[in-house]
Each structure stands twice: as C-alpha cells, then as structure tokens.
C-alpha cells in the first residue's frame, strides 16, 4: 500500500488527535495537578479539586472530539471505512485546529515571560490544522476524479 503525502500528514493528524485524547482523559486519573498542568480553564481545575462531575465529563468530551479527530482522518486515508460527511469534518476540522494554532500566539508571552507549553501545543495543533487542509485538498481532488 503506498501512501501519498497528504495521507501520511492526515495519519500523523491522526494519531497525534489520538495522543492528545490519551492524554486528556489521562488528567482525569491523574488529578487536579494534571488539570494544572494541562493549563486546563480553572473551573475545571476547581472542579477537579472538589470532586465535581464538569472536570471528567468535560474532559470525556474533549477527548471524544479528539478521537473524533482520528477517526475522521484514518477514514480520509482508507485505513477505517468512508463515513458520512467526511469532506465536511475535514475541512471543520481543518479550521478549528489552525485556528487554535494561531488564536493563541497573543498568549504566548505572559508578566513571566513565554509560555514554553502554549508555544507547544499551539505549533502542534497549527500542525494537525495543516495535515488536515492538505487531506481536505486530497479529498476534493479524488471526489472529482470519481475514484
């Protein structure tokens, strides 16, 4: 099976949404440091330090749309079946993670100087972002070629 490159950018798109989940639902276990660490907003992190229900259903959410994330692009590539919608949620998916990648940069210097983390995950996401605009081309080429 050989893979173009944008398929290869949506299976790394992919596996990176995965990480991401991963780690998310990993806060849940790990506690409110992990929230503190993840920069989660602080009505999570409050949440998580009195034991309220906002912390992990609002994490299982955002993991699921990460998940959601995966699956849409290992669908794009051919490794899980063709789903409904998927030029949609590739081109959604496109602009909600390049945009999350650029609508942090005005954060990334604090009164303490960089944010090293935010730094980070907004280059990721900018990344994942990228990935899937190059798959969300590959898919529109394809559906016109009518393969």
């Not at 798109?13 to 990993?26: C, T």
């Not at 009195?50 to 699921?64: D, E, H, K, R, Y």
């Not at 079946?81 to 959604?92: G, M």
């Not at 942090?104 to 935010?118: K, R, Y």
Request: charged share 10%.
């Amino acid at each position: 099976m050989s893979l173009s490159v944008q398929s290869k950018l949506l299976i790394s798109a992919g596996l990176i949404a995965s990480a991401s989940a991963i780690w998310h639902l990993l806060c849940i276990f790990g506690g409110p440091s992990w929230f503190v660490f993840a920069r989660a907003p602080q009505q999570i992190i409050d949440s998580a330090v009195q034991g309220t229900l906002l912390a992990p259903i609002g994490t299982i959410i955002v993991a699921s749309l990460m998940f959601a994330c995966t699956f849409f692009a290992f669908s794009a590539v051919g490794l899980i079946r063709k789903v409904p919608l998927l030029k949609s949620a590739l081109i959604t998916i496109a602009i909600l993670c390049t945009l999350r990648g650029l609508i942090a940069i005005p954060t990334f210097v604090t009164s303490s100087g960089l944010d090293i983390w935010q730094i980070v995950a907004s280059t990721v996401w900018f990344y994942v972002g990228i990935c899937f605009v190059a798959g969300s081309i590959e898919q529109d080429k394809l559906g016109k070629s009518g393969t």
